[in-house]
Every structure is written in structure tokens, then in C-alpha cells.
């Protein structure tokens, strides 16, 4: 009897202890993932820094620096892209043009003529538009807002130029920077070290000849929306003709409203005198988004309108509930199996995204120019809309099981908060959901037996 408990007994624990391991393995797995910078539906988006030595110097040399973005939908908005590194040796800049740095250092050791920038760690930003144009270059001067690749190719970039001292006049001496660093506008970007390649050819403007740089390094740089914030900052809500229920953003999708005695955790739209609640200056870390339940800055609603014959029609709004962000170039992508089939398309303009060959489900969406291309903060005009005409595949097309509401929906690059799957609305002669089922089967069960004690 004894050596049978015991075998049970040693049963049980290596099952509990198998359990435990899985257990551990799974947490594991989510807390690495969430790190990851690794993007399904761009999976070779980055951000490249190229540096191109141009001529050498008698104490160092002129190069320009490019910044591309290669992300398909995720774009650098106001206020701009800030780029830093660590020098490897004691280099100075003595000028730039199209970008500057945001400190001088201390150049007391020089005398007559000083440097722009002094510093072992400088910190570049891009100039303004309307610099006067003996200080600007090619692709400079947009306030560091850099165009997502499938937006905009042309504007997907930005450059400055600078003439670098004391690093070295030949391929031999000079020495990479280190340490390079990327806000765009905040965190989020993770740099890996600068690689030298093969140098830069370029093309001049009659084509008849082709130059080619001294020396040339890139940097990569990947993003992360976990290292950019720690909670989401957009969610997406639901609802149907074909049924009264609207699924809410999940409750504190994007954080709850503060519970204790602090105030300003967030914004009440009810506030008396409200503008100058939200323009109060010297209140920097002020929250500005909107008194909700899920305290997201964005919302994404996506109603699904009308059933055609042989076509079915949907309806998206963006709204913003941030009271001190104004989202410019901003775009929506949107994962769903009918994108195949869209036949029309409102207000927005539509690219297609195939990440993986033979998948057609991902669309990126966008404003028009001068007309909604700029998601104004909270308020009365602070959402866009539009709407899209989907033709039915008679062998995939379904309203049931929620598969007429998008899979995934990213906002300005970063993924959205979905409703839970059993919480979508579902067509009125479809049979009750299995958790509802039980749940009532229970009560009923219940309120028999409190009955029969009742007439016992």
C-alpha cells in the first residue's frame, strides 16, 4: 500500500513539476517577445544611418550623413528625429550645414576660430523649414519629420553635413563613432554598432559620370514599441448593422484613470474653461488625453455598414482624445483576409502591403493631402473617416464568428489593443455562445433546485 502512495505520490509530482517547467517556459517566452523589435508585418524595417566621407581636410574631413527609413508604415513625426553618438577619439566638428547640434561643449582651448561643437557625445537634430539655403542640403530642413517608405519614398529620408577635426586624413586613421543613439521623437529605436562598407557611388545630375566616397559606414537601427512605451497607445472598438451591441475598447487598454487623491491622471472633456486647463504652461508632464474608460489616445472603430448583393461596406473612424498632439503624416494598417477584394476606397488613399509572398490581407491607409492627412487633437474635428466597398468571395465570405472585423490594426506603426474574440458581435440567428450557454444552463440548474428545497 505504502510503495502504491508512493508511486502515486511521485506521479502527481512529476506531473505538477512538468506543469511548472511549461509553466515557466511560457512566461518566459512572453517576456522575451515583448522585447523584441521583430515586426510580422515589416519584418525588414529599419532605419539605416549612412555616413559618407566626401573629401578629406588638413586635419580631418567633410562627410555627409543620411538617415533613411526603410519602415513600410512607421514614420518619424514632429518633433523630429535626434541623433547622437560618442567619438572615438577627441574629434570636433568645426561646421555643419542642414542639421546642428544642440550643445557647444567646451572649446576653451581654441583660439580665433571655434568649433560648432566640442563635445565627446554631440547630439544632432535637423533644422527647420525656411532655413536660409547657404545653410542648407539636400534633404535637410524638414524639422526632422521623415516620411514612412510606403507612403512617401522621396521624403523617406533626411541629411545633413558636417566638417569633422582632429580624426584623421586618411582611410587608416580615421576611427568609426560609437555608442549611436536614435530618438524619433522619443525611445523606441535600438542602434547597433557603425560597419564599414563598400564606399557610397554617386551618379551626377547628367549622368555621364560617376563619383564615389572616401570612406563609408551605416548604423541600423530597429524599433521596438515596448521600449518605446510602456503601455499602448491606441485601441480599436466595434460594431454591425446586424447587431445593437458596440464592443468598447477594452477597459484600461491603454491604462487606468488614477484612483487616488493626485488629480490630472487625465482630462475631463466637462471641464469648465477647458483650453486654458490644457495650455496651462509650466506644467510640461501634464497628462492630456481625454477622461475614458480605456485611456488610449487613439481610437479605431470599425463598423461594418451595409450588406450588397455581392459587395459588403465598411466604415472606419479615427479618433483622437489627446488634447496636445496633432498626429500629421499619420496611417492606419489594417489586417484582414478580404483586402483582396477591395474594390473601392473613400478619402483615404490604400496600399497594399505582402510581406510574405501569395498573402494579400494587410492594407495601409492614409490621409489625403491638404485634406485629411492631419488627425487634429481632441475636440470636435479631432477624428477622420472613411469607408470601404469589400467584393465577396462566395468561398471565404462570412458575417459569422466575427470574421468580417479586422485581425490586427497598427496606428502610426504601433500595434492596437482588440477587443477579446468572444465579445464580437454576432449575427442575431447564430447560436448563443458556448460560456453564455453554460453560464445560463447553470442558473437555470440553480433556480430548480431552490425551488424543489422551497417546496420540500
Not at 539605416?48 to 533613411?68: C, E, H, L, Q, S
Not at 572649446?107 to 563635445?119: F, L, Q, R, T
Not at 483582396?340 to 491607409?365: H, I
Request: hydrophobic share 35%; glycine share 6%; with cysteine.
Amino acid at each position: 500500500m505504502e510503495s502504491l502512495r508512493g508511486s502515486v505520490t511521485g506521479s502527481i509530482a512529476n506531473k505538477l513539476s512538468g506543469f511548472t517547467i511549461m509553466l515557466l517556459f511560457l512566461l518566459s517566452c512572453s517576456t522575451f517577445t515583448s522585447t523584441e523589435a521583430y515586426d510580422a508585418l515589416d519584418p525588414n524595417g529599419n532605419i539605416t544611418i549612412k555616413w559618407d566621407i566626401m573629401t578629406w581636410n588638413p586635419d580631418g574631413y567633410v562627410a555627409v550623413v543620411t538617415i533613411f527609413n526603410f519602415q513600410q508604415y512607421r514614420h518619424i513625426q514632429a518633433p523630429g528625429w535626434t541623433l547622437g553618438w560618442t567619438w572615438a577619439k577627441k574629434e570636433v566638428i568645426w561646421s555643419m550645414m542642414g542639421g546642428l547640434t544642440t550643445e557647444q561643449g567646451d572649446c576653451s582651448k581654441y583660439k580665433g576660430n571655434i568649433p560648432h561643437c566640442c563635445k565627446k557625445d554631440p547630439t544632432v537634430v535637423d533644422l527647420l523649414p525656411g532655413t536660409p539655403y547657404n545653410q542648407q542640403i539636400a534633404n535637410c530642413c524638414k524639422g526632422g519629420v521623415i516620411s514612412s517608405w510606403a507612403q512617401d519614398p522621396t521624403t523617406a529620408l533626411s541629411s545633413f553635413q558636417l566638417s569633422v577635426g582632429a580624426a584623421g586624413t586618411t582611410n587608416k586613421t580615421v576611427r568609426v563613432p560609437k555608442n549611436f543613439t536614435l530618438k524619433a521623437p522619443g525611445p523606441g529605436y535600438t542602434c547597433g554598432p557603425a560597419k564599414v562598407g563598400k564606399p557610397t557611388k554617386f551618379i551626377t545630375s547628367d549622368k555621364r559620370r560617376v563619383t564615389q566616397a572616401m570612406m563609408t559606414w551605416n548604423v541600423t537601427c530597429t524599433y521596438s514599441q515596448f521600449l518605446a512605451q510602456k503601455t499602448p497607445t491606441c485601441c480599436v472598438s466595434l460594431s454591425s448593422f446586424y447587431n445593437e451591441t458596440i464592443v468598447s475598447c477594452p477597459t484600461c487598454a491603454c491604462g487606468c484613470q488614477n484612483n487616488g487623491t493626485e488629480s490630472g491622471s487625465c482630462i475631463n472633456p466637462k471641464t469648465p474653461h477647458l483650453a486654458s486647463v490644457v495650455n496651462t504652461p509650466g506644467k510640461p508632464n501634464r497628462p492630456m488625453v481625454q477622461c475614458t474608460s480605456h485611456m488610449c489616445p487613439i481610437r479605431v472603430h470599425w463598423h461594418v455598414k451595409l450588406n450588397y448583393k455581392e459587395y459588403w461596406r465598411v466604415k472606419i473612424t479615427i479618433t483622437n482624445f489627446n488634447y496636445a498632439m496633432n498626429y500629421s503624416l499619420w496611417n492606419l494598417v489594417v489586417q484582414h483576409p478580404n483586402f483582396d477584394n477591395l474594390t473601392q476606397l473613400f478619402s483615404f488613399y490604400y496600399k497594399s502591403l505582402t510581406p510574405y509572398e501569395g498573402l494579400n490581407d494587410t492594407a495601409m491607409l492614409w490621409g489625403i493631402k491638404f485634406y485629411n492627412d492631419f488627425l487634429s487633437e481632441a475636440g470636435s474635428n479631432g477624428n477622420v473617416q472613411s469607408e470601404l466597398l469589400f467584393r465577396k468571395d462566395a468561398s471565404t465570405f462570412t458575417f459569422e464568428k466575427g470574421w468580417a472585423f479586422p485581425r490586427r490594426i497598427y496606428f502610426n506603426g504601433d500595434n492596437c489593443v482588440m477587443p477579446p474574440p468572444d465579445a464580437y458581435p454576432w449575427l442575431p440567428n447564430a447560436s448563443s455562445r458556448p460560456v453564455i450557454s453554460l453560464l445560463r444552463s447553470a442558473i437555470i440548474i440553480l433556480a430548480s433546485w431552490v425551488l424543489l428545497l422551497a417546496c420540500v
